[in-house]
Every structure is written in C-alpha cells, then in structure tokens.
C-alpha cells in the first residue's frame, strides 16, 4: 500500500504595507485556514507598523493535511486591523493547491499586507524544502512508478532485479515513455571470482540458503552455519532510473519485504531490509518473493527458492604422465582454488563440493598431503592429446569411489576440449523410454525472466519447460560419475586461469547434474544456433550468460537459474 | 609479440611459400636450431600449447600446404630429426599440419607409424590426419590400424565416431571399410563400423563435449554412392546385425539408389 500523501502549509510572516490607523502603528490580527480547518490564533494580535514584517510562530501557524486522496487544498488567509468601535478588513487571500503537489515559497497582496507562506511535502518522513527532483508521490503503473517529484515534475521511476548476473543485454520491455532518454543505474556485471572470496559472492542467486539464525547459541554438529554477511545470499537492485533517485546501498526509501510462495518457504533479513543490497538468508525450505517498495508502491519482486546447502564428496586425481610435457600443471593447491572457485558458483544452487575424506584408493594412486586429492602415473595417452570420445575413458574412472563425484586432471584433450563430463547418472526427474527427462518451473517472474517474464508490463509468466541430459554411463560401472579438466584451461595459478578452470568444472559438474546446454550451437551452416543439439535444454535465455551456455567465456557465463536449481537437486549424487 | 619473433615468424613463413628449393631446405634446417626454436616459441608458449598452438606449427604448415616436392622433402625430413621431434607438442604440429602431404612419401608413412601407437599421446590426431590426407598410403595405414590389435576396441569404435564418421563419403575410406568388414576388423567391431557409415546416433554415441556430424549424403560422389552401396550389401550379407542396425543400412541404401538412379 503506497505510502500516506502529506504536505505543510506554514504562514510564515505578514509584511505591513498601510497599518490602516491614522495614527501610529495598527494592531493587526489574522484569521487563517488550510483545507478548511483553522489554523493559529485570532485573537493575538501583532504591533502593525508600516515597512516592517510580522513574523508568525510557526508552531501555531502551520498545519499537515493528508492529502493521498485530496482534489485539492485550499489556504486562505483574512487580515483584521482592531479598532475600538469596529475591525477594518484588511483584505483576504485564498489559494488552491492541487496536484502534483509542489513544495515552496508562496506569496499573496492586498492594499494592507503582503503574506508569506511554505508548502512543504513530507519525504522520507521529513518536512522541508527537499531537492528539487525529490520524489514525493509515486504510484506502480504497469510495472513501472508513475511519480512525482517536490517541484511537480512527473517522472516515470523503474526498479529491477535481475535474477540473471551478469545481466542480459536483452531484457524484457520496460515501458518507458519514448523520447529524451533519462539517465539510469545498473549494476550488471560479472563478477571476478577468487578463491578466498566470501562464499556468496555471487549477487542475485537462484537459491537462498538456510542457515542459523545470528545471535543464538553455535550451531550443533551438522547444523548450517551462522548467517552473516559472507554466507547469506546477496540480493542486488540491478537496474533503477531515474539516476536522480540516487539511492544508497542501504537506503531507507527502498523497503524489501518477504512473500512466501510455495512450501512455506520463508527467509529472514540480515540487517535492515533497505536498499539496492540487502542479506537474506533462509529458515524454511521452499519458494519465497522478495519485494521491493518505494514509497510504499510495489516496484520489483525477486523470486528465488530457499533450501539447505547440500554437499557432495569428490575426489580428484592428477594424471600425470612420463614426460615433462605430459603433466598438467595443477597441484593440489590450485585444485584447491579451483575447487573453492567452482564452490561459489555452486552456493547459487545450493551445492556445495566437498573432498572425499575416505582415504581407499586404487588404480596406483597416490595420496597427497591434500585428503581427496590424488596424484597417479599413467602412459602418456591416458592423460596427454588423450581421446575422450572413447566409451571406457580411462582417465576418468581411476580411483574412483561409488557415489563420489570423480575428477581427473589432464594435460589435454585430443578434440581440444577444456574438459567434459563423461559418466552422468540418470537424474530422478521419470521420463518415458527413450525420451529426456523434462523438467518444470512456473511462477512470476519466470525463471531467467524468459518470456513472458511476467515482469510488468511484460505479459504473465508462463511455464518453463527444460529438457535435461539422460544417463551416460559406462557399461559395468553404475556409481561411477566422473569428468576430467585439461590443462587447456590456462595458468592454474593466476586469477584468470583459477577463473577458467573453476568455470569449466562447474559447467560439466552440470551436465553430471543432467542440465544440458543452455544455448547449444552454431547449427552446420554457421549461421545461427542449434535448435535441437542432443544437449540443448531447450531454452535460448540467457543467450550467454548461463553457465551451461556452450563455449561462453567465464567471465560472462556464471549464472544458474531456478529451474537449473530444481533440476540438480534431482541428481541421485545430490543427497536428498 | 616481440618484434624479433615476428620478423623471424615472418621470414620462415615466407620462405616456405616460396618456389625456391633452397630456401625450403634452408627452413627446415632453421627449425632444428634451438636458438631459432626458443626464439620462436618462449617456455611459456610450450606451456600454453595445449590452448594456443606454436608459431613454429604456422611454420610447418606453410611448408607442408606448398605444392613444390622440395618443400615436401623438407617436412619430411624433419620427421626424423631428433632435435626437432624432441618436443612432443613439436611432433603433433608436425603430424597435424602432415595431411596436406600428398602423396605421402613412405618416410611420412613410417612417421605416422611411429606415432600412432597405443596411449602414445599421438593416435587420436594422427588418425583423424590419415582420413584428412585420405590418399591410399594414408588409408592403407589407416586400415592397417583398425585391424592391429594393440590398439583397443573402445579406441577404435571412438575413432569410427569421431573421424570415420566425418568422412564416410571418402571413396577410399569406403572401400577401406568393406575390406575390414570382409575380413581383418574384429567381428564385434563390425556393427559399428556399418552404423556409423549407415547410421547417425549422436544421443546414443556423444558426450556433451565431444561429437562429430556427418557429411551430407547428397554431396556424395558417384563412386563414392556406389562404393557405399558395396559396402551395404556386405554388411546385410556378412555382418550380424541387429534389426535396427539393418533397417539402417536399407534405408540408406534406398536413398543411394534413389540418388544413382537404380
């Protein structure tokens, strides 16, 4: 519900142009009335003298008037000058304010007197003289704030949150009037992801995490750990206008509130829910909106699940070969970085990579001082220029374990890939023989605001249907869910290659999840995408910046979406 | 890139497209020298050459795409340069840049032999070089390979779907592929071969990151319609099949009729 509409009439001081006596100074008093309610005091009078002000305290002389429903108010002002037989009338004055409000100095004459009064508009609970373009009035039209500002100026404001980082060059109609373009804010970048970064440093993610609530007892064994600002989600305004608007990470005017939507899902802020940022995490599973009020007027809403951070063991395993050349590069405390890397673009689906801790291994392995990483020596073609189109791939099935996700690294790929999920189990989503597994999302906005997004005054959102990748599983080995990373990915130690090969890791640790390839292409005569590649998802939204996107580079493809969350949480390798 | 790489980048390459015998021989001689290899390819680059390839390769590839003998004889004889193979990202610029060979000499042949050989690090792009070059030397060892037991089943079924597949409309490749149905390929390596000449399976044979598309029947030859019609009657009469995999091959071969005018 919009916010109360109120404003301040303040007669301020009376200048004496004839004090009316014929002698000495006149003895004015004043009878005075906003939106016809009375306002000061009659019966005091003031010392008249000509060419000088009669100051009005504005205590008495002033009076708020709700006017969220008003036509208009009305300000009058009469001028007496007390006589002993009668009062002579010094004249009245009477103005109608209508609106768009305006804020301001007024003024008004008579033969006697000339009156001085403000306006004044109540914004962000203050009375004053705002600035300029201060919003004072808003009111949602079509998913946009028809406004108003202190001076009277219409303006058409816009508020989004995009579930999508980085933000899509495309997005859905805004509505905005044509013409003179206003100047907007957005906050739409990738982001640079390191290692030691804050789990959630990701913006805008596609699950919100259950976690402890702050300012309890330490969470028990098991337990999720302590919401604070480096664990819970981070949801980020990406796009406002106008620039004006100047708001602050925290500030008071935007006000985020929570809907549940389905499962009683329901989370809590961390912090004040003000600003372009706020901190949520979550404290019952399920499906949640966040809204986003400016002047009380609903101006954006987020939709996002709420679940528990599920963990799953992995391994990995160096392949080195015999010759200088035909080791990778990675040791295992790039593996870490990497690993911790591809852990953030995970936290946005509520996933989270854990080392295996049992310490078996086979196949000639060998255990690093890293539990769950392994060193092993192969020939050179297992793990140099090595052919992963072969169905019993070696390098991937070395030293696995049944049910833990099993990773190799190798020098290179004979087809020159940065590496591929070659062992993927078949998701619990039930499909007909023979057909892919397709999953649904439906709700408002729609899940990588694909259209209709439902995003006003884009049309209501639709059901989204996603196809996912079904089993590939080597014959005698049903546990086995592996992929290799190739040392084509770049330096393991700089930010850019930790960067490469955490992006590469999560987009096949996808495929093991069975999503398929957001965007799959370009079809045979290199003139558009695939529509129908054997492990396209069936979607075209975002056009790059998903991380199942095909070959998208990894400073652009980071982002995983709601229906993608509902879908790895469907793999047998993510505990329930 | 340093000027003094560039501009000995540009010479090498310039000389082997020259018409000039001496000049080829002089860049292969050139390319054996350690100080104009460094020169050309820093540590950091051999590094890198999983991602980007080595300058000395665009070397290689200007002698070996020049039609002249002499540049040819020039590439070959580094094959058997010590200095030069001594780097394995060396000797698979060398096998990559090979299929513009033709025809191959027999040193060049004996090159691919050496490096086509199981888990060497080599195979996968040497195969896919023999079936680029696809001269009768090339797929002769080609053949040979397919019937050499070292190499696995699962290594060459990959090899079927992966480069096979890509040039199942080579007249030679096809015939190749009848003399291995009819004889020295393992039997239970045979379906695959006739499924992957009659058929298309990419759900069933690709992961997400790897998969291969076949040319267009249409853009067939006549003796290479003709040669795959061949190869369709040994497969419904000598190979066991399952009825999908028959179904297959009488549809395609229906289609070859149609487009031979049978």
Same mark, same amino acid.
Not at chain 1, 65 to 78: E, L, M, S
Not at chain 2, 11 to 27: F, G, I, M, N, W
């Given at each position: ?11 301020? &001081? ?8 014929? #002698?000495?100074?006149?003895?004015? %008093? ?18 008249? *003298? ?39 009338d010094l004249g009245s004055l ?14 008004? =004459?008579?033969?006697?007197?000339r009156l001085e009064y403000t ?136 006000? !985020? ?5 389905? /499962? ?16 949520? %995490? ?8 966040? $809204?986003?009020? #400016? ?19 992995? &391994? ?30 995970? *936290?946005?689906?509520?996933? $989270? ?10 196949? /000639? ?33 070395l030293n696995y374990r049944p ?11 004979? /087809? ?24 649904? =999302? ?75 390839? *957001? ?30 996107? !095909? ?26 | ?14 000389? @082997?497209?020259? =018409? ?46 020049? @039609? ?45 032999? *050496? %490096? ?23 797929? /002769? ?57 009659? =058929? ?5 044979? %690709? ?49 070859? $009729? ?5």
């Open positions: 519900m919009a916010d109360k509409l109120k404003l301040k009439v303040t007669f301020k &001081r009376v200048f004496v142009k004839k004090s009316s006596d014929w #002698f000495g100074s006149g003895e004015f %008093y004043f009878i005075a009335s906003v939106d016809g309610k009375t306002v000061g005091d009659k019966s005091q009078i003031f010392d008249a *003298r000509e060419g000088a002000w009669i100051d009005l305290p504005a205590a008495k002389w002033s009076a708020e008037v709700d006017v969220t429903t008003k036509a208009q108010v009305v300000v009058r002002f009469n001028g007496k000058d007390q006589d002993t037989f009668f009062d002579e009477a103005y109608a304010h209508k609106p768009a409000w305006k804020q301001g100095l007024y003024h008004g =004459d008579t033969e006697y007197f306006v004044e508009l109540l914004v962000d609970g203050k009375y004053g003289q705002h600035a300029p373009d201060a919003v004072f009035a808003c009111r949602a039209t079509n998913g946009n704030g028809a406004c108003t500002t202190v001076s009277g100026v219409p303006i058409v404001a816009r508020i989004e949150v995009h579930p999508v980082r980085p933000v899509p060059a495309a997005v859905p109609p805004r509505g905005l009037p044509a013409g003179q373009p206003i100047a907007a804010v957005e906050n739409k970048g990738g982001t640079v992801v390191n290692p030691t970064d804050p789990i959630n440093i990701i913006p805008n993610p596609s699950v919100i995490p259950i976690l402890t609530a702050p300012g309890g007892a330490a969470p028990a064994a098991g337990a999720p750990p302590v919401a604070d600002k480096t664990t819970c989600a981070r949801i980020e305004v990406t796009f406002y206008r106008p620039d004006t608007l100047k708001f602050t990470d925290t500030d008071s005017r935007l006000v !985020w509130s929570v809907r549940s939507i389905a /499962g009683g899902g329901a989370v809590s802020f961390l912090g004040a829910p003000n600003g372009l940022k706020v901190w949520v %995490y979550g404290t019952a599973a399920g499906e949640v909106a966040l $809204e986003v009020r #400016f002047r009380g007027e609903l101006m954006a809403t987020y939709r996002v699940l709420v679940m528990k951070v599920k963990q799953v063991p992995c &391994r990995f395993n160096i392949l080195n070969g015999p010759t200088a050349n035909s080791k990778p590069r990675s040791k295992p405390a790039d593996i870490l970085n990497h690993l911790a890397i591809t852990n953030r673009y995970m *936290r946005q689906i509520a996933l $989270e990579l854990v080392l295996d801790t049992n310490p078996s291994h086979k196949d /000639g392995a060998v255990p690093t001082t890293t539990p769950g990483i392994f060193r092993i020596s192969v020939a050179k073609g297992i793990t140099r220029n090595a052919n992963s189109g072969v169905a019993d791939f070696k390098a991937t099935r049910g833990v996700m099993n990773f190799a690294y190798t020098h290179s790929d004979s /087809g020159g890939a940065l590496g591929a999920a070659t062992d993927i189990p078949a998701s619990k989503v039930a499909a007909a023989p023979g057909a892919r597994p397709r999953i649904s =999302d439906s709700g408002t906005p729609s899940t990588s605001w694909i259209p209709p997004t439902g995003v006003a005054p884009d049309g209501a959102a639709g059901t989204v249907n996603m196809d996912l990748i079904a089993a590939i599983q080597r014959h005698g080995h049903p546990r086995l869910f592996a992929m290799f990373v190739c040392d084509s990915n770049g330096d393991p130690t700089t930010a850019a290659g930790m960067q490469n090969y955490a992006n590469t890791i999560s987009h096949e640790f996808g495929h093991i999840l069975n999503l398929g390839h *957001r965007v799959e292409g370009p079809n045979a005569a290199g003139t558009g995408l695939v529509a129908g590649g054997i492990f396209f998802d069936g979607l075209t939204i975002p056009l790059t910046e998903n991380i199942m996107h !095909w070959n998208g580079p990894a400073t652009l493809c980071q982002d995983f979406d709601i229906i993608q969350a509902r879908a790895v949480h469907q793999s047998p390798l993510v505990p329930p | 890139m340093s000027e003094e790489r560039r501009e000995l980048l540009q010479s090498l390459k310039a000389d @082997a497209r020259s =018409d000039d015998p001496t000049l080829h021989a002089q860049v292969a001689k050139r390319i054996t020298d350690a100080q104009v290899l460094d020169t050309l390819d820093s540590e950091a680059d051999y590094a890198n050459a999983a991602t980007f390839r080595l300058r000395v390769s665009q070397v290689l590839e200007a002698l070996a795409s020049n @039609a002249a003998p002499s540049a040819h004889d020039a590439f070959v004889s580094l094959t058997t340069d010590e200095a030069f193979i001594a780097d394995d990202d060396r000797t698979l610029a060398l096998v990559r840049t090979s299929q513009h060979i033709r025809p191959p000499p027999p040193p060049l042949v004996d090159f691919w032999d *050496r %490096y086509c050989q199981p888990e060497d690090g080599f195979t996968p792009t040497t195969i896919k070089v023999l079936l680029a070059n696809g001269t009768e030397p090339a797929i /002769g060892l080609l053949e040979k390979k397919f019937a050499d037991p070292a190499h696995e089943d699962g290594e060459k079924v990959a090899w079927m779907r992966m480069d096979i597949l890509r040039h199942r409309n080579d007249v030679l490749v096809l015939q190749a592929s009848q003399r291995l149905l009819e004889g020295e390929l393992p039997e239970p390596l045979r379906p695959d071969l006739v499924e992957v000449l009659f =058929d298309y399976k990419p759900e069933v044979w %690709y992961r997400p990151a790897v998969s291969a598309s076949p040319p267009e029947l249409i853009t067939a030859s006549p003796l290479a319609l003709d040669a795959l019609h061949a190869v369709g009657l040994v497969a419904l009469t000598m190979v066991r099949l399952t009825e999908e995999q028959r179904a297959a091959v009488k549809a395609r071969l229906e289609q070859v $009729e149609k487009l031979r005018g049978f």
